[in-house]
Nanobody, 122 residues
Framework: QVRLRESGGGLVQAGGSLRLSCTTSGRTLGDYAMGWFRQAPGKEREFVATINFIGGSTYYADSVKGRFTISRDNAKNTVFLQMDSLKPEDTAVYYC???????????????WGQGTQVTVSS
């Protein structure tokens, strides 16, 4: 069983940056495609970015393309989300998830961690 733990959230002003981390335990990170999702108050969880098993391919939501970068270090069992040019609408709880299928199979992601809060002030 894979356990995921997110960290790195916080309060930042619009235009600022944050770097989220997701560490895994229980299984080898390289067995899974990994992804970041977010959930704002009153809204459903939505896709942000995913990355394939070895990190060579990525997939981004249009709302974050060009501002966020997903990466992974399989040796350290860690996935990252670098968030630049943050906007108030990026405010949400950010979750890390995994999938045994393609990184583009968004609905196949699960095994969510507890999440980390990101708040962007205007």
């Amino acid at each position: 069983q894979v356990r995921l733990r997110e960290s790195g959230g916080g309060l930042v002003q619009a235009g600022g940056s944050l770097r989220l981390s997701c560490t895994t335990s229980g299984r080898t990170l390289g067995d899974y495609a990994m992804g970041w999702f977010r959930q704002a108050p009153g809204k459903e969880r939505e896709f942000v970015a995913t990355i394939n098993f070895i990190g060579g391919s990525t997939y981004y939501a249009d709302s974050v393309k060009g501002r966020f970068t997903i990466s992974r270090d399989n040796a350290k069992n860690t996935v990252f989300l670098q968030m630049d040019s943050l906007k108030p609408e990026d405010t949400a709880v950010y979750y890390c998830g995994n999938s045994g299928r393609s990184y583009q199979s968004i609905k196949s992601f699960g095994s969510w961690g507890q999440g980390t809060q990101v708040t962007v002030s205007s």
